[in-house]
Nanobody, 123 residues
Framework: VQLQACGGGLVQAGGSLRLSCAAS????????MGWFRQAPGKEREFVAA????????GYGESVKGRFTISRDNAKNTVYLQMNSLKPEDTAVYYC?????????????????WGQGTQVTVSS
């Protein structure tokens, strides 16, 4: 599976960005898809995950109510809509795929990872 994340950039606090992650190589609809992020000097942090149908999602505490994960299986793409961005959201964001059925926050459950896209939120 190849994962290609894009959509990062520089935005002011309070602004919005939408990240996309396109998957190829295997049956996209079989996967749980997740987003993680890592800021300089910090550990990787779970952001959001979604099951194959989109009926089950999970979010990290720091992004609940501001970020929304979704997917379009026809396009083999998962999205992360990020609203009300804060400077502390600044990080490299990674998408990942998991062959399990239930969205999980455990990074070790994910089998494939994209290359990451930088999100910078200025104050």
């Amino acid at each position: 599976v190849q994962l290609q994340a894009c959509g990062g950039g520089l935005v002011q606090a309070g602004g919005s960005l939408r990240l996309s992650c396109a998957a190829s190589g295997r049956t996209f609809t079989s996967y749980v898809m997740g987003w993680f992020r890592q800021a300089p000097g910090k550990e990787r942090e779970f952001v959001a995950a979604i099951n194959w149908s989109g009926s089950n999602t999970g979010y990290g505490e720091s992004v609940k109510g501001r970020f929304t994960i979704s997917r379009d299986n026809a396009k083999n793409t998962v999205y992360l809509q990020m609203n009300s961005l804060k400077p502390e959201d600044t990080a490299v964001y990674y998408c990942a795929s998991d062959l399990g059925a239930v969205p999980t926050a455990k990074a070790e459950s994910y089998d494939y990872w994209g290359q990451g896209t930088q999100v910078t939120v200025s104050s």
